[in-house]
């Protein structure tokens, strides 16, 4: 990184575009999507899914999921981030409007990446307890101040900057790297390849419900990969290779969740490790192997809260990072990881929807243009509640298909719709660039 460049994400301004001359190699955001994927979820679902199939069709429920439709979404958003060089929520104000953008798309990403912040420092919490032999289940002051620290400590390079993100992967990945060796080796050792090999439960989840599943943990990029490519370059070419790091490492650990969980019945990852016989490391580098995705939840959660708030300097994001942060930890204090399946599959019903919008807008109206829309778009809005009602419905009403890609596609289809229509019947200045097409 050279000088002029460190100098920009150094500032880290919220709200403005990052200069095309200062944009990056398409590795850096790999290397951070990479990082994001070693997270205690992904662990979670891994296991989730041994207790419905066997290897053989797991790795076919992974193929689908993470190199056909995770990587054409996380494609999609991340050019869009690198071609206007803003955040997602900044990419957001064109077709919701700046007011909706900041109270409600600024609100979604704000509260989810929370979300997913609070269940990864809860679970963290509990493999450092474990490591010291403290019983999370008994002794709560004890966990409580020791997920606070972990989560302070989780928290602090994105609260510096961007710049400083980066340097943390390099002690993360390698520790994510061994976690997965130390998972089949212990597995291979207490569990043995042949029971892991045969295995072949009695389904509880359909191949679609499952699909469905590995996206859920990863639906939340095809609105905030934008976050991290707007420091890329605005290429096709490097938005293509850039959810590479998202595929490559979530196929395997997606798979050591699974192997790790065979015989032993339990979706808590430290549950399992425990069962395993993990050394102390063992939870060390777990704790390690989270911190590059909770940066990312973390700075997105910043992000966020400063479009709501309209803060655009590095030292005001830095401080909504902090407040976030601390409201995260109280979050992980109340015990959100009881509720961890419902908060995953609430985050695969609006994240989709949002990014339908957004995708609709920037490649089908805008043509690949951006700009600060003032007030409220309700065709937004009407796309919006009409993709989650669809994508509720086919989840938790009637199953069917895909819920999220279905949520993405509808959004996408009604925002266009709706749009076509208000052009002709009530025009304004969301739909002042299609008055222009047609003359």
């Known amino acids: ?33 990479g990082g994001l994927e070693f997270t205690i979820p992904v662990l979670m679902v891994g296991a989730t899914l041994a207790g419905s199939y066997g290897l053989g069709k797991i790795f076919f429920i992974l193929v689908i999921s993470l190199f056909v439709i995770q990587w054409a979404g996380n494609t999609l958003q991340g050019y869009i981030g690198a071609k206007t060089g803003r955040s997602s929520s900044v990419i957001a104000r064109t077709s919701f409007g700046s007011v909706q953008a900041r109270l409600i798309v600024g609100l979604t990403i704000f509260i989810i990446s929370l979300g997913w912040w609070a269940v990864q420092t809860a679970v963290a919490g509990n493999a450092i307890a474990a490591m010291f032999g403290v019983d999370y289940t008994q002794q709560w002051g004890l966990w409580a101040l020791i997920t606070v620290i972990a989560g302070l400590t989780f928290a602090a390079p994105s609260i510096i900057g961007y710049a400083s993100m980066k340097w943390t992967d390099y002690i993360a ?14 597995a291979l050792r207490n569990t043995g390849w042949e029971t892991i090999s045969n295995w072949s439960p009695e389904p509880s989840i359909g191949i679609l419900g499952a699909i469905s599943l590995v996206i859920g943990v990863n639906v939340s990029q095809w609105v905030i990969a934008s976050d991290y490519t707007r420091y890329a370059k605005p290429t096709w070419k490097d938005n293509l290779l850039i959810p590479m790091g998202i595929a490559v490492v979530g196929f395997p650990l997606f798979i050591v969740g699974a192997v790790m969980s ?15 016989g993990f050394p102390v490391w063992g939870f060390l580098i777990l704790w390690l192997a989270t911190w590059t995705s909770q940066l990312v939840n973390n700075y997105s959660m910043g992000l966020a809260l400063a479009n709501m708030l309209n803060v655009n300097s590095n030292k005001g994001r830095a401080l909504l990072t902090f407040a976030g942060t601390i409201l995260a930890i109280i979050v992980a204090l109340a015990g959100i990881l009881d509720y961890f399946m419902d908060f995953l599959y609430l985050t695969a019903l609006i994240y989709p929807a949002v990014a339908g919008v957004m995708m609709a807008d920037f490649f089908f109206i805008r043509k690949h ?3 600060d829309q003032p007030g409220w778009n309700w065709m937004a809005t009407i796309a919006l509640v009409i993709g989650t009602a669809v994508g509720y419905i086919t989840q938790y009403v009637v199953f069917f298909g895909l819920p999220a890609v279905q949520s993405l596609l ?11 229509v208000k052009a002709k019947v009530a025009p304004d200045h969301f739909t002042e660039v299609m008055k222009s097409e047609r003359m």
């Not at 301004?13 to 398409?26: D, F, G």
């Not at 990945?173 to 212990?186: F, K, N, Q």
């Open 1 to 33: 990184m050279d000088n002029q460049t460190q100098k920009s994400t150094n500032r880290d301004e919220a709200l403005k575009a990052v200069p095309i001359n200062q944009r990056q190699h398409w590795l850096t955001p790999a290397v951070i999507f």
């Open 173 to 186: 990945v390698p520790a994510g790297l061994l976690l997965i060796g130390g998972g089949i080796y212990y």
């Open 369 to 371: 243009s951006w700009k």
């Open 410 to 420: 509808v959004a996408a289809i009604v925002y266009l719709i709706a749009m076509k």
């Open 262 to 276: 065979v015989g032993v019945g339990d979706a808590d990852i430290v549950n399992v490790m425990l069962n395993l």
